[in-house]
């Protein structure tokens, strides 16, 4: 028998929260060790998440994909063919290890992302048009299909959401780009449901950023120099997150969603992406204990996910408080001459280059493969 008296432990205390853990990162080695099942087992992740930066890492170094490699050298295999074969094939094994956990709940978790290619960010019809391949191609019904939150990219997401395509929304930083997401899936379901679609098997996660606006401010403030600008470092990213969720909450108050909520629909949860603390000054655990609140994800590197399992202290609920000063803070920054608008207009401009280079990279990697078989 449990011990009620004893309090859980941090990542299970996340989990009962309402924090749904994710893993930031997917490899075939990963799936092949048992690694991958492990966490799963014993460590209440309940998803992973992948990005062309993750890919390029896990196929670009070592061994383990080298006889897939070679069948496909031998097949003829064009570099593209060859990349979207070895990271369907990780994302549907991934799936299917995670079939139990999307049966259990209901399809909400148990979730597998993968992404369009980078370089199609400022097309909406290639990004359709490559999220219905992506989609036919890994056939489970726990994947989730990773579309930038573009300006080109947001027809794109109501339009897949519309014919029943899940869809995770990433590379959100700004807090009106937030907004136009959520209504964007929202138009994407009013549409699914106009052509007959059962909406309770369309699920969506937005993937809003965090540690990188920390990242960018904190070096804009220690350019200004003052003792008040420097006072304001590592604290943006939680307050963009804290207003993000507020909006969530709003947005999800609405007689618009009642409306879809009434047939079926599950709110698109937000989900907090890039959670690995970049600036070593800083709380490994900040972008995780600071960021506690019901019917959110987390994905989050191994090296995260340890040290909260080794010293997170989860408070519950912290997010929800602090709305007005989350906005107080953003305005102070803003008076120190940061400005928020040209903030995360850069990082969405460098998000989408960073993913379009290791996407390139992943390229020149396999087509040197292919080319030595």
Known sequence: MTDSSVPPAPLAALAEAGVSIWLDDLSRGRLQSGSLA????????????????????????????????????????????????????????????????????????????????????????????QARTLHAIVDRPNVLIKIPATIEGLPAIAACLAEGISVNVTLIFALERYRAVMHAFLEGLERAHAAGLDLTGIHSVASFFVSRLDTEIDARLDAVGTEAARALRGQAAVANARLAYQAYEEVFATPR?????????RPQRPLWASTGVKNPAYSDTLYVTELVAPGTVNTMPEKTLRAVADHGLVRGDTITHGYAAAQDLLDAIEAQGVSYTDVVAVLEREGVAKFEAAWEALLADVSQALSAR
């Open 38 to 129: 492990a966490l799963i087992r014993d460590d209440q992740v309940t998803g992973v998440t992948t990005n062309p930066s993750i890919f390029q890492a896990a196929i670009g170094s070592g061994s383990d994909y080298d006889t897939q490699i070679a069948a496909l050298a031998a097949a003829g295999a064009s570099v593209d063919e060859a990349v979207v074969a070895m990271t369907t094939d990780d994302v549907r094994a991934a799936c299917d290890l995670f079939r139990p956990v999307f049966e259990a709940t209901a399809g909400v978790d148990g979730r597998v992302s993968i992404e369009v290619d980078p370089r199609l960010a400022h097309d909406t019809d290639a990004t359709i048009a």
């Open 257 to 265: 969603w009642r409306s879809l909520a009434d047939d079926g629909a």
